[in-house]
Each structure stands twice: as structure tokens, then as C-alpha cells.
């Protein structure tokens, strides 16, 4: 970051007007943001969360951009891009929240809504959930715009009997535009909950800021996944915010496979022992796509574990990186902490980072990392097609094996077969599908 000043008047037409009728608070937020941003600046390159994001392209659409208009979107539309998971479902377009599309839920289990309509009585689990120090200049910008947020209140001891859905749309307008769309998760003491982001888009080039800020009551358990299928001329800016209470549990997935340029940055922070949190993640990019992933799990209480298992399939002339940041802090004991990143290169003018960073502070760590990068194996390859399989198809099983490790995993199968679908109309490679490739590897196996 900047030492001097930083200008912050260009920033302040990325975000939307205060209304008249705004609370102080509002007009307080953003003045603590822009205060931050004039102290601390906005990424570059030297700051080491943001090494490799393509810093050029992100000025120039900042420079052109303006904030997001609210637009109506059908139903059909909504489901084509992010899929029906049975659930309740609140979507927000541009930001703004759409009561038409949405389906709220409001019993004394479980509460999701609009920021607007969160019960009096709950406000202040909301506020502290938001009550965190900024990370970087377009997390401090997403919290200037003072949008409304999509908010999920898990009572203690509730459980959710089907996912809640979270829809943030892109609707582009006919210049370039800006949105910074929010979602506040709060799970409370000992309750149990399933919840599905899904960042998707229309077609058309658009800036997305995103924030998610979740909190874990001790004994809670959370799975999360976050889905990124934006369009191809979108750039999306992602950040999510983890803080996990003692014996709290969270397994959370993300996929990220739309955008031109797209970024996740995902930090868990441990604040109370015998937490433990399985993240895991696939990206696959083709045709020039640009991802980032900046993966944090910062231990500060003792006996936690934590896992970072995240894979890429990389085609053409796209680039994928990947950080893996593990913190743990001075006193902390008994910590578990293990980190995995593999990639797939499938051209030879696809490029993919990977970047082990640790910082360990105490002695009484188990810690593990790996990264790969390479092509398909030449001796699994040699094997199908001495079994009869055809090259295409043989190249097509490994693949989509490979990218199962991770979407297989996923809860409901709804979205699981969501996530399969637009892996086959993305990748030329598994164009087959996946039940003909399935099909095949039990012939093979009863062979």
C-alpha cells in the first residue's frame, strides 16, 4: 500500500448517491471507507495478496465505469443461469433486491431477507458481523456504496432442511457499470446450515465488487458453496470473510468458472479453539480467462484445523493463480493446517501460478503444502487407448476426472448437476458429458 495519500474523488463515482432518507450510519460507513482508502490506497501489484491479478485491466475499467442500475429480470432467466435448489432464494440484480424473484424465508429457524427488513432484534448480529477492519481498498469501496445486503440469521440450535439460495445477477447496462453486491451470513450457536451463493450474469461487459461476510457460533456448522458463472466479458472481484467461534465447523466450495478477469479471495480467521474448516475449489478457464485465487486461513486459537485443496484446468491462452496463505499466530498450539493446489495445463500457451505462504509463528504445528503444475499423464493415457478407448474420448475421462474430485462433492445434487452442465458446454474437452463418461469408466471397470 501507499504511503502518501491517495486520491480518493475518482472512486466516488463508482458508488451510488446516498438517498435522502439514508440513516447516519450509512453516511458514516462511507466516510470511515473513503477515510481508509486515502490512508491505505488500492491494491497493487507489490502487495502480496494481489500479486498476480492483472492490475491494468482493473484501472481502466474502474476509470470507465459507473454505478449499476436496477433492472427486472424474468424467472426463467434467473434459474436458467443459477439453477433451482429447493430452497428459499433471494436475488439481487445489480445489487438491488428483486421481492418479485425472491422467496424469502422468515420463521423463527431461519431468517433471510433483504438488510432492509432485518428484524429490529437482530440488527445487532448483523452489525457485529460488519464490524471488521477492512482488507484492501475494494473491500473499504464495497462498503462506501452502502448497498443493501443479502442477509441469512440462523437461529442457535436451527437447522436448515433444504439450502438457501443467494443469487447476486449482473444485468449490464449499455456502458459499462459497476455493482458491489453484499451477503451477511450469521449462524448461530450449535445450528446447522446449508447455503449456496451463485454470482452469474448476462450477457455484456460489467465491474462486480463483491463482499460476504460469515460468522460461525461456537458448535456451528456451515456448508457453503460459492459459485462463480459470470459472463465472459465480466470482471468479478470476489471477497468473503470467514470468523470461526470454538468447536465450529465450515466446509465451503468454489467454483469459478465465468468472468474474463475474476478474483477470490476467501480468508478464514479462528477465534476459538477446535474450529476446523475444509475449503476446496476448481477453476476452469478457456479463451483467455484470468483467475485469482488468494486462500487465507489464519489460525489464532489453538487445536484448529484447516485444509486447502484447489485444483485449475487451464486451455488456450488463460492464466490461473493461486495463494495459499496459512497464518499461524505467536502462542497458538496444536495447530493442523494443509494446503493443495493442482493444475491442468491443456495448451501450451495456458500459463498457471501457484504460490505456497506461510507464516508460522509457534512450534506445535502439523503443516503440509503441494502445488502441481503439468499436462495429462501420458501412462493413463497409454492405458485407455490400449483398452480400446478412442484418443478424444480417453483425453475427455481424464479430464472430467479430474475436475470431479472437486464438483462430485457438491451438495444438492441440483447444483451438482448445474456445475456439470456448464463444465460441458464451457469445455470443449468434456463436451462429451459426464454420464456417457461414466458410462464408459464402468465398461472399463467390468472389462
Known sequence: MTNTAFEVAPLERLVHPLPTESANGTAARRSEAFAWIAEHGMPTRHDEPWHYSPHNELGTAMGNAAPAQARSVDPSTIESLAGQHGGPRLVFVNGFYSADLSDPATSSEVWCGPGGQVPSEQHSLVETAEAREFTDGFHALNRADGGEAAVVIAAPGSTTDAPIHIVHLTAPGDTLEVAHPRTVIV????????????????????????DT?????????????????????????????????????????????????????????FTGEH?????????????????????????????????????SVIEERSRSSFSGHIIVRPGV???????????????????????????????????????????????????????????????????????????????????????????????AEVSIGHDDLHREAKRLDAS
Open 333 to 427: 498450539v496444536d495447530t493442523d493446517a494443509h494446503q493443495t493446489n493442482r493444475n491442468l495445463l491443456l495448451s501450451p500457451n495456458g500459463q498457471a501460478d501457484t504460490r505456497p505462504w506461510l507464516e508460522i509463528f509457534a512450534d506445535d504445528v502439523r503443516c503440509t503444502h503441494g502445488a502441481t503444475v503439468g499436462r495429462l499423464d501420458d501412462e493413463a493415457l497409454f492405458y485407455l487407448r490400449s483398452r480400446g478407448i478412442e484418443a478424444d474420448l480417453a483425453r475427455s475421462m481424464l479430464i472430467d476426472a479430474f475436475i470431479r474430485e472437486v464438483i462430485d462433492t457438491v451438495k444438492p445434487k441440483s447444483l451438482r448437476d448445474h456445475l456439470k452442465a456448464i463444465v460441458a458446454a464451457k469445455h
Open 213 to 269: 461476510t460469515i460468522s460461525l457460533g461456537a458448535d456451528a456448522t456451515l456448508t457453503h458453496h460459492r459459485v462463480q458463472t459470470e459472463a465472459g466479458e465480466a470482471i468479478h472481484i470476489g471477497h468473503t470473510d470467514v470468523i470461526q467461534a470454538a468447536n465450529s465447523t465450515l466446509m465451503s466450495t468454489s467454483v469459478m468458472f465465468g468472468a474474463r478477469i475474476a478474483r477470490n479471495a476467501f480468508r478464514v480467521e
Open 187 to 210: 449462524i448461530g450457536q450449535n445450528a446447522s446450515a446449508a447455503i449456496i451463493e451463485s454470482f452469474v450474469g448476462l450477457d455484456g461487459a460489467a465491474l462486480r465488487n463483491t
Open 275 to 311: 474450529a476446523t474448516a475444509n475449503l476446496s475449489g476448481i477453476q476452469v478457464l478457456n479463451e483467455g480467462q484470468r483467475h485469482d485465487t488468494m486462500i487465507t486461513a489464519d489460525h489464532r486459537a489453538s487445536s484448529c484445523y484447516s485444509d486447502q485443496e484447489f485444483k
